[in-house]
Nanobody, 118 residues
Framework: QVQLVESGGGLVQPGGSLRLSCAAS????????MTWYRQAQGKERELVAT????????NYADSVKGRFTISRDNTKNTVYLQMNSLKPEDTAVYYC???????????WGQGTQVTVSS
């Protein structure tokens, strides 16, 4: 059974930092591109950052460029999202998403809440 388990969310003040983790099990992790999405209350889910299966390429939403960094450790089956200089508008539920590099197979995590507030 495939599981994607996010952790690291919480309450942080504006300007603070958090690191999210997504631990994968039950799949060949190195065959999957990994993406972080987020969904704020009342808004559509949006892509935050993505990383290729080997980790050689990343892409970011304009709203987080220069503040967030996505990385992965294929030996630990884990993808990370380092979030710095957090803003109140970063408040959302953050989801981990795995997409196979050539098969139409994908999985979602359950999400972790990030709240940026003073």
């Amino acid at each position: 059974q495939v599981q994607l388990v996010e952790s690291g969310g919480g309450l942080v003040q504006p300007g603070g930092s958090l690191r999210l983790s997504c631990a994968a099990s039950g799949l060949s992790f190195s065959s999957y591109a990994m993406t972080w999405y987020r969904q704020a209350q009342g808004k559509e889910r949006e892509l935050v950052a993505t990383i290729t299966s080997g980790g050689g390429s990343t892409n970011y939403a304009d709203s987080v460029k220069g503040r967030f960094t996505i990385s992965r450790d294929n030996t630990k089956n884990t993808v990370y999202l380092q979030m710095n200089s957090l803003k109140p508008e970063d408040t959302a539920v953050y989801y981990c998403y795995a997409e196979h590099r050539w098969r139409p197979v994908n999985y979602w995590g359950q999400g972790t809440q990030v709240t940026v507030s003073s």
